[in-house]
């Protein structure tokens, strides 16, 4: 059998050059991966090497993650809605066939959004505390409120630390971990310079802000999951304080078939179970 390798390439979108993560056997299901906030696609690294004798797997950076192109606030505005474009329109330039999209945090806006607008795109959907209900928001979310309804210099105080201090970005990694020890530091301390270079943290505000206009598509979502029944899969870290475990179980009461695993872990399960949730996505994906 062919040993397969990881590459790291660029598609040109309207263009912004998006990096994305590569492995795998092209005529094996597709799987596409998308992260959010604080992290890139650097988040399924481990995930995919352990996925990429089974799957074709493709991870992209939105535009301004990662290694993908900053463009600046005048030349691309970073909401929700013009990353969800630029992902749909990268997943058909790549010829990505009938993919399983995996989605955390903020790769659920986007994948929600491009499910909505294609109904018939995706296989399945695998989420990873990745939120659509009022009820799935945490307390961290819940904090952010005042931000998300009024953007003004008083409120983004209190949403600045999260996204540009080492503590606010250690927050997604190591709050409600079971065993910190198994969390690479060099996530958050990637995480953190990535975060801290020119520009991003005005990019990461606008896009935080714009998490408000999630919350006014959830319905538009919760209709879509109530209607289409999509085959779900849904692995959570039940002690994430952005969206805890009820955020998973009302997805569940939409769609009762959903597959439904919770781990003893954070907003970023993968740094402690990326093993057993690949195990998971196997079975998942073959129907056993």
């Given at each position: 059998?062919?040993?397969?390798?990881?590459?790291?390439?660029?598609?040109?979108?309207?263009g912004?050059?998006?990096?994305?993560?590569?492995?795998?056997?092209?005529?094996?299901?597709?799987?596409?991966?998308?992260?959010?906030?604080?992290?890139?696609?650097?988040?399924?690294?481990?995930?995919?090497?352990?996925?990429?004798?089974?799957?074709y797997?493709?991870?992209?950076?939105?535009?301004?993650f990662?290694?993908?192109?900053?463009?600046?606030?005048?030349?691309?505005?970073?909401?929700?809605?013009?990353?969800?474009?630029?992902?749909?329109?990268?997943?058909s330039?790549?010829?990505?066939?009938?993919?399983?999209?995996?989605?955390?945090?903020?790769?659920?806006?986007?994948?929600?959004?491009?499910?909505?607008?294609?109904?018939?795109?995706?296989?399945?959907?695998?989420?990873?505390?990745?939120?659509?209900?009022?009820?799935?928001?945490?307390?961290?979310?819940?904090?952010?409120?005042?931000?998300?309804?009024?953007?003004?210099?008083?409120?983004?105080q209190?949403?600045?630390?999260?996204?540009?201090?080492?503590?606010?970005?250690?927050?997604?990694?190591?709050?409600g971990?079971?065993?910190?020890?198994?969390?690479?530091?060099?996530?958050?301390?990637?995480?953190?310079?990535?975060?801290?270079?020119?520009?991003?943290?005005?990019?990461?505000?606008?896009?935080?802000?714009?998490?408000?206009?999630?919350?006014?598509?959830?319905?538009?979502?919760?209709?879509?999951?109530?209607?289409?029944?999509?085959?779900?899969?849904?692995?959570?870290?039940k002690?994430?304080?952005?969206?805890?475990?009820?955020?998973?179980?009302?997805?569940?009461?939409?769609?009762?078939?959903?597959?439904?695993?919770?781990?003893?872990?954070?907003?970023?399960?993968?740094?402690e179970?990326?093993?057993?949730?690949?195990?998971?996505?196997?079975?998942?994906?073959?129907?056993?």
């Amino acid at each position: 059998m062919k040993k397969q390798t990881m590459h790291y390439k660029q598609q040109h979108v309207d263009g912004i050059n998006i990096f994305y993560r590569e492995t795998g056997d092209r005529t094996k299901p597709h799987l596409i991966l998308l992260n959010g906030v604080p992290s890139s696609s650097s988040a399924f690294q481990e995930l995919m090497n352990d996925l990429k004798d089974d799957f074709y797997l493709v991870a992209p950076d939105f535009p301004g993650f990662g290694n993908s192109d900053i463009p600046s606030r005048q030349e691309y505005e970073y909401t929700f809605h013009n990353l969800s474009v630029t992902i749909e329109k990268f997943i058909s330039q790549l010829g990505l066939v009938k993919p399983h999209l995996y989605a955390i945090g903020y790769g659920g806006p986007v994948g929600f959004r491009i499910a909505v607008r294609q109904p018939a795109l995706f296989a399945s959907l695998i989420l990873q505390n990745s939120n659509a209900y009022f009820e799935g928001l945490g307390p961290a979310m819940q904090a952010a409120e005042p931000y998300l309804k009024n953007r003004n210099e008083e409120t983004e105080q209190l949403v600045r630390p999260l996204l540009t201090t080492l503590d606010g970005i250690k927050l997604f990694y190591l709050s409600g971990a079971e065993d910190a020890s198994r969390i690479n530091p060099d996530g958050y301390n990637n995480s953190f310079y990535y975060l801290n270079r020119p520009g991003q943290q005005e990019i990461q505000l606008d896009l935080l802000y714009n998490y408000g206009s999630n919350l006014a598509e959830y319905p538009a979502w919760q209709q879509f999951l109530k209607t289409q029944q999509p085959r779900i899969l849904l692995v959570w870290g039940k002690n994430d304080v952005f969206f805890p475990l009820s955020a998973a179980e009302a997805i569940k009461k939409d769609v009762p078939g959903a597959e439904l695993h919770a781990f003893n872990t954070s907003h970023l399960a993968l740094e402690e179970y990326h093993t057993e949730i690949a195990e998971k996505i196997r079975k998942f994906v073959n129907g056993r």
